[in-house]
């Protein structure tokens, strides 16, 4: 079973999802340029992650509609529902640590007391 208007859907879809893809590439260019040791380099990565992930889900269901694929529609939206939830998640952990020494919490240890003090 085919959609009459699927391949005239489906290639502005793949074009808005190219074109959310490279959108996410220039926004986050500057963070995926920074140091390795530069804590958001992996903040900037997720977030270029998740923008890419979604761009290409609807590059995929694109592709789906154009070649009257459903299984590929339904493998892609899958896919990327896990993919969004691990990046948000990923994003979450990251803005929430410590980005300096001295933010960092002590483990409650007498030592590390004794160190900080």
Do not use: N
């Not at 990923?90 to 483990?107: E, F, G, K, N, Q």
């Amino acid at each position: 079973m085919t959609a009459p208007w699927g391949p005239h859907a489906g290639v502005p879809a793949m074009l808005i999802g190219v074109a959310l893809v490279v959108w996410a590439l220039r926004r986050y260019a500057a963070d995926l340029h920074r140091p390795v040791t530069d804590p958001r380099k992996a903040l900037g990565l997720a977030l270029f992650l998740r923008v890419a992930i979604l761009g290409s889900t609807i590059v995929a269901v694109g592709a789906a509609l154009v070649w009257s694929l459903p299984p590929l529609a339904l493998v892609a939206v899958v896919i990327a529902g896990e993919e969004t939830i691990e990046t948000s998640v990923v994003v979450a952990a990251l803005r929430a640590a410590p980005t300096r020494a001295h933010d960092a919490p002590t483990s409650g240890c007498r030592a590390s007391q004794a160190r900080t003090a």
